[in-house]
């Protein structure tokens, strides 16, 4: 059974720093691309960030861009999500999701149960 478990989630000042962590299990974590999702109340689930299966292409949201760094370490079964000077925007569940492809994609079959990222003013 596939699991993704995130961690790291909490509240923040605009302008602050976080790091989620999502550790996957049951499966062969190298050989998939992962990604980033998030939800603000009210609105739809939206793409995040993204990581090829070895790390060696990424892909972000503009709203994230030059922000928002995605990394993995395979040997661990970890990915990562460093938020850097955060905005009120950036408020909502954010989840891990992992593809069934190598390569970086929007599509995704298995999902985390979401950790919670709320930045105050």
């Known amino acids: 059974q596939v699991q993704l478990v995130e961690s790291g989630g909490g509240l923040v000042q605009a302008g602050g720093s976080l790091r989620l962590s999502c550790v996957t299990s049951g499966r062969t974590f190298s050989t998939y691309a992962m990604g980033w999702f998030r939800q603000a109340p009210g609105k739809e689930r939206e793409f995040v960030a993204a990581i090829s299966a070895r790390g060696g292409s990424t892909s972000y949201a503009d709203s994230v861009k030059g922000r928002f760094t995605i990394s993995r370490d395979n040997a661990k079964n970890t990915v990562y999500l460093q938020m850097n000077r955060l905005k009120l925007e950036d408020t909502a569940v954010y989840y891990c999701?992992?593809?069934?492809?190598?390569?970086?994609?929007?599509?995704?079959?298995?999902w985390g149960q979401g950790t919670q990222v709320t930045v105050s003013s």
């Open positions: 999701a992992g593809g069934s492809v190598a390569t970086i994609t929007r599509s995704y079959d298995y």
